[in-house]
DNA sequence: TTTTTAGTTCTTTTTTTGCAGAACTAAAAA
DNA sequence: TTTTTAGTTCTGCAAAAAAAGAACTAAAAA
């Protein structure tokens, strides 16, 4: 689970930061506790915790009469985050759209051609997806 | 442009071959061309452009009565990696399938909850996914 | 057949990344 | 106020990745 997270462009840590959480019980865990199962280094389970919640991928709580943040997956930012994936897609659209600006005076049409359709095709299924989610909000406020 | 493609788990290399081809003119240009213009050794160049193809995101022609191979960004395979893509959503959902199967007897329902969220709205993306790209595949196949 | 050359593969060097460990900080507790 | 402690930041090292350079290969050309 770890290096399926690593694959997605996260360090190592952060893998195994991410499953312990998706598999801790209860589903929040301390930094010490973080620490002590994955035998790492503060410093290591601190960037860890860190970038994890720059990406809103975790969060944490904190109970009254305790000054530990018990650290957890957030389920709800995690269902945004496919919108960071679409922009994604946006800013590789956008980029084929300026390297198409570039190649105007081409003489080799069927490659610019080429580039409009992966163009074209960015576009619709991004539309498309936006619909979905929308389609999706709906679905899950309503019920 | 390469530090976008270096962003989607490319190597630096691969990156600014890539975009190389993306804006040379002619489209396709040959291993030494490549060279020259990156500044970069043999084995550099040889070692992206083969993990390039090995990706299908560029291939290469040939000209009769001229041995050397002529690379270029292949727009018809690029289309197709989007499915790639689609396949990961799969294997993320599997992943937490497989969680919640751990996390059955967990006495936080909310958190499962969650979760089972993230599953069904993968599920849900990708089964409509799939549709799009069939509705794609028509919409290009008539015109 | 010998030579050339387009490209590969192997070895080494450089750069980057990931992590450990210790020093540090700031807020809470005593 | 002093002491704890939850967490951060800094320094340094080890491992991995990226790239260089040289030695090599195999097919084409001479």
Do not use: M, T
């Given at each position: 689970m770890g290096i399926f997270f690593e694959k997605q462009g996260h360090s190592p840590m952060k893998g195994r930061v991410l499953a312990f959480l998706l598999?801790?019980?209860?589903?929040?865990?301390?930094?010490?506790?973080?620490?002590e199962f994955l035998q790492a280094s503060k410093s290591a389970v601190s960037n860890a915790l860190n970038h994890l919640q720059d990406e809103g991928i975790i969060d944490y709580i904190t109970f009254s009469g305790d000054r530990r943040r018990y650290f957890r997956v957030n389920c709800n930012s995690w269902l945004k985050s496919i919108r960071g994936k679409i922009d994604q897609v946006t800013t590789l659209k956008d980029l084929l759209k300026?390297?198409?600006?570039?190649?105007?005076?081409?003489?080799?049409?069927?490659?610019?051609?080429?580039?409009?359709?992966?163009?074209?095709?960015?576009?619709?299924?991004?539309?498309?997806?936006?619909?979905?989610?929308?389609?999706?909000?709906?679905?899950?406020?309503?019920?």
């Open positions: 598999l801790a019980e209860p589903p929040y865990k301390d930094f010490y506790e973080i620490q300026a390297v198409l600006v570039e190649r105007q005076d081409s003489k080799h049409l069927d490659f610019n051609e080429g580039l409009e359709e992966i163009v074209e095709f960015h576009e619709f299924i991004s539309e498309k997806i936006e619909i979905l989610l929308e389609e999706w909000k709906n679905k899950k406020g309503i019920s």
